[in-house]
């Protein structure tokens, strides 16, 4: 007994994604069928990497192939493909629900996209090919089945708000997607897409490269039926050679790889011949897709051997950090029959994988001097997530160091290469100087600052997250060594300038030894020392680390992921400048007994735990402390 039509509603926000993509949000709309052919050739590439494993799979693969079929009368276009198929519950899976996280934030900003430009950059980031269907159609019908199985399912949507499905007993092997299209309109970019001639012209422009035969009928004489013709070349783009190859079909390649609406930044070959060879085409986006920080996001470039198809994702061919990387290699020396698993312990993989993160570098660091604009754009959308690599891949951390930029003081506006810094810093210094914060005003404005300012100081502003954990694993830059202004003891001055103050220094000790000790031994809750300080000017006090600890923000990210810590004491540097510091030294000296002090001392530690933009143990206490001084004033 076979199983009645149901009819079944799009998750809310494939609900929301085919309103969008019926109401035109792109003035191009010929890319839909590129988005189809891509698809149909993927069902091929999957049917055939199958078939080599299971060779009682019981397809045909005699004659695979895509074929475009067109009805002028019934106004309809068929992509179809006899490549794996999909099951019912695959259907369900992959065309009523978008799986995705992030997708709710992704619709919202597509509704917020004022211009057409906007919207398909977002579109690009998020990979929905199908629903492009719905640009150019008003009724989609999809029938398949998948390989090795006897029976199909119809799937039929107008894109509202529901879709049917159904089982089909005579569907054959593959994927049918048929298009009712919509009238034609040349005024809203809407073609005639039963055209034999403009259907050719799209494949030309965007699938050409394909290497499956996209097959159509040709022109025929009255009372003669159409011979059927292959329209595309199907020559494989990293075969050939570069100079054969235009930048226009490098970009309709890379998006076909990438599913990405956007030409890409940057495109990058690689041939290696010898003990072993493979070819390379590889991709530096022009934006980061809106998964490149979720943990559920894939990533890797696609593996071919001898031409063949092996898979999506091979993440064992680009690092992590390089997650955003698209392309293709291809491995003359491989099994076909080659796992994820065995591709981890493989010498030619790791080989290869070396090379390849060798190259992107490289094309990045040359980026930097020959390009700046197109530098800057992959710095902004990728150098977060190429810090990460400062962590694991010590073989090629200095190459990371060498192309990455960071705020600084120098510029406000531009970021600073290390190179740059180094070249920048004054005559005796050591160090290359960084703070670590959340944000640029909050580190301008802290304490710590001071002193670097007022000696002309340059000091990084580093705001990423990933900034607070490779800053401890990284030792230095060409010989540099980084140091944060925010830890340990400063000691900005000239051997010269500590001759002349040390009598000064020496006695300023000498003078507040009693204030610091007696600070200890109040504040020793809360802080591991009490000391004067080299690094403030106007600030009466500023708390800092000791040279090894976690930073108080690196601190807060492990409890935060659950990781148990001791409490972490710091230090509090006083300003003996500073007219709070000295008043309540000689309060002190005078009334040594009187028990305001403390709070007044309490009160010194909150400010400088606040300036730096910590948080209060007690803060309702601290609030009490303060407004009773200040109440005592008026």
Not at 276 to 299: G, I, T, V
Not at 506 to 522: C, H, I, P, R, V
Not at 528 to 551: F, M, N, Q
């Amino acid at each position: 007994m076979t199983t009645p039509i149901e009819t079944l509603e799009f998750q809310s926000e494939a609900r929301q994604l085919l309103q969008l993509m019926i109401h035109s949000i792109y003035s191009n709309k010929d890319t839909f069928l590129r988005e189809l052919v891509s698809n149909a050739s993927d069902a091929l590439d999957k049917l055939r990497l199958e078939s080599y494993r299971d060779k009682e799979l019981g397809a045909d693969t005699s004659d695979l192939h895509i074929a475009l079929e067109t009805d002028a009368a019934g106004r309809t276009l068929t992509v179809r493909d006899n490549g794996i198929g999909m099951t019912r519950d695959e259907v369900v899976a992959l065309i009523g629900t978008i799986a995705k996280s992030g997708t709710a934030d992704f619709l919202s900003k597509l509704k917020e996209a004022k211009d057409s430009a906007a919207s398909q950059d977002l579109i690009g980031q998020f990979g929905v090919g199908f629903y492009a269907s719905f640009m150019v159609a008003d009724k989609v019908t999809l029938v398949t089945r998948k390989a090795g199985t006897t029976e199909g399912v119809r799937w039929e949507s107008s894109g509202e708000g529901t879709y049917t499905i159904e089982p089909v007993e005579d569907a054959p092997q593959g994927t049918a997607v048929t298009l009712h299209l919509k009238p034609e309109d040349a005024e809203d970019h809407l073609y005639d897409y039963t055209s034999p001639a403009k259907i050719r012209e799209i494949v030309k422009k965007y699938s050409d490269f394909i290497t499956w035969p996209i097959r159509m009928a040709g022109e025929a004489a009255e009372g003669e039926e159409p011979k059927v013709e292959t329209v595309n070349s199907m020559k494989a783009l990293w075969a050939r050679s570069s100079s054969e190859v235009t930048e226009a079909e490098y970009h309709e390649f890379y998006k076909h790889v990438s599913h990405d609406w956007q030409d890409p930044l940057e495109t990058i070959r690689l041939q290696a011949e010898g003990t072993f060879e493979y070819q390379a085409l590889l991709f530096l986006p022009s934006q980061a897709p809106m998964d490149l920080f979720l943990r559920e996001r894939k990533r890797g470039v696609q593996l071919y051997v001898k031409r063949v198809f092996i898979m999506d994702d091979c993440e064992s061919l680009v690092p992590e950090y390089l997650r955003f990387v698209k392309g293709v290699v291809d491995a003359q020396d491989l099994s076909l029959n080659v796992s994820r698993e065995i591709l981890q312990q493989d010498r030619q993989i790791q080989l290869i994988r070396r090379r390849l993160v060798k190259k992107v570098l490289s094309t990045v660091k040359t980026m930097m001097t020959a390009d700046a604009e197109k530098y800057a754009t992959f710095w902004r959308e990728f150098g977060r997530a190429v810090k990460e690599g400062l962590l694991d891949d010590f073989e090629n951390r200095e190459a990371i160091l060498e192309i990455s930029s960071f705020a600084s003081t120098h510029d406000a506006e531009k970021p600073t290469s290390l190179r740059d810094y180094v070249e920048r810093m004054k005559d005796g210094q050591e160090h290359i100087y960084f703070m670590t914060g959340e944000s640029r005003s909050a580190i301008e404005n802290s304490p710590h600052m001071e002193a670097f300012r007022a000696k002309g100081y340059e000091v990084l502003v580093l705001t990423d997250p990933i900034d607070e954990m490779w800053v401890d694993a990284v030792p230095g830059f060409d010989g540099k060594q980084f140091q944060s202004i925010a830890k340990g003891q400063v000691d900005l001055e000239s051997d010269e300038d500590k001759k002349a103050t040390e009598v000064a220094r020496e006695q300023q000790n000498k003078d507040f030894e009693g204030l610091l000790s007696w600070m200890g031994t109040a504040l020793g809750e809360d802080v591991k020392e009490v000391r004067l300080s080299s690094r403030l000017t106007t600030s009466p006090a500023c708390i800092v680390g000791d040279t090894h600890d976690l930073s108080p923000t690196l601190e807060k990210m492990y409890r935060a992921m659950g990781q148990e810590l001791p409490p972490i004491k710091r230090i509090l540097e006083l300003n003996p400048e500073h007219g709070l510091v000295t008043g309540l030294r000689e309060a002190h000296t005078a009334r040594p007994e009187d028990e305001g002090l403390a709070e007044t001392a309490e009160l010194l530690y909150g400010m400088a735990l606040l300036a730096e933009g910590g948080e209060l143990g007690d803060p309702a206490r601290f609030i009490k402390l303060l407004a009773s001084r200040l109440e005592k004033t008026l």
